[in-house]
């Protein structure tokens, strides 16, 4: 069985370009020449700003969307090209959680029929009390009790309904998890529960998670790889480790340089990334970064890096220049922000039955050990 679970190659999505009573919509480049990797078992997150297309890139990767060009394979197989019965053992093996718990679970059925709905559709032959019974046993795995099985979702807190959605998404066993904002629309402290909840999950049930998200500290936490997206294209690859320790590419820089410290002790020696991130309608030319990026040249206007891996790069012309130039911003671990909310997570992993990182299956650390090595 082969170590990659999903890949993308080359994805596009663009939205709008076609005539209408109005003229011409314009052409906005959502996603636009994104390659990756997931290896079974371990945790992928994708990051970035409102509106660099992480959403629709979770939306293409789950086969929500249709690409614009380009392919996603799962376990092997062309996701874009299934149908019938071979698209259902997809919806079967991949899941999604969705950001906001409330709007994603339909307020007129029950937490059990909730729960049960994806066993009906993929285990038609199961019993009623077979059902009821797995059911039980879900909502006991996401931390809820069997009784809640007769409520309503108007009548949980926003984590217990998020809870509620994970126990849905595990329903049909699945072997993949998109999960796009899954704690963003929560309070820190059930973040935290609910975030460990996931990875503790993705450990007992050797599941393979994407994460999507723009909250650093999430990524952080708990993902092994993450993928740094701008403007419709990913910037930057690598395991979370080392790119939090060493982000190359300037946007990452600056966006991991964002992170609030507590004192503002470190305010002076961020970097700044200037102005807004341009529109997807009308990227720039060369580096989409360019017109934001305190070290663009001549030749970023012209020319567009690119990661050169599916698994781990740096789309920045320059980045093995910057890398020695630039003393990297990284926040003081007693004043960032980001630590306090590490603390935060561990007190909560530690005061309840949770822990919070996962060791990855042998498949994924295999490499990763020997890298280290
Ligand atoms: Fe900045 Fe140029 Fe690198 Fe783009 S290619 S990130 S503009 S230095």
Known sequence: MSDVILEATSLVKHFGGSDSWFGKT????????????????????IVGESGCGKSTLARLLMRLLEPTSGAVMF??????????DALKTLRRDMQFIFQDPFSSLNPRMSVGKLVGEPLEVHAPDMSAQHRRDKVAELL????????????????????????????????????????????SALDVSVQAQVINLMGDL?????????????D??????????????????????????EVFANPRHPYTQALLASIPSMDGSDAARRPVVLGEMPSP???????????????AQGRCKEESPTLGSYEDGVACHFWETLAIDTPLPIPSPRSDATQARFALYRAATEGGTVTHK????????????????
């Open 26 to 45: 314009p052409k906005v480049q959502a996603v636009d020449g994104v390659s990756l990797r997931v290896r079974r078992g371990e945790t992928f997150a």
């Open 75 to 84: 376990e092997g197989k062309e996701v874009s090209s299934v149908s019938g």
């Open 358 to 373: 996962k060791p990855q299956p042998e498949t994924a650390t295999k490499q990763h050990r020997e890298d280290h090595l």
């Open 216 to 241: 650093l500290g999430v990524i952080r936490h708990m993902s092994d790889r993450v993928a740094v997206m701008y403007l419709g294209r990913i910037v930057e690859m690598g395991r979370t480790e």
């Open 202 to 214: 993705s450990r007992d049930l050797g599941l393979t998670l994407v994460i999507i998200a723009h």
């Open 281 to 295: 309608s009308n990227p720039p030319s060369g580096c989409r970064f360019h017109t934001r990026c305190p070290h």
């Open 140 to 183: 006991r795995k996401v931390g809820l009790r069997p009784e809640h099985a007769g409520r309503y979702p108007h009548e949980f807190s926003g984590g217990q309904r998020q809870r509620i959605g994970i126990a849905r998404a595990l329903a049909s066993g699945p072997k993949l998890i998109i999960g796009d904002e899954p704690v």
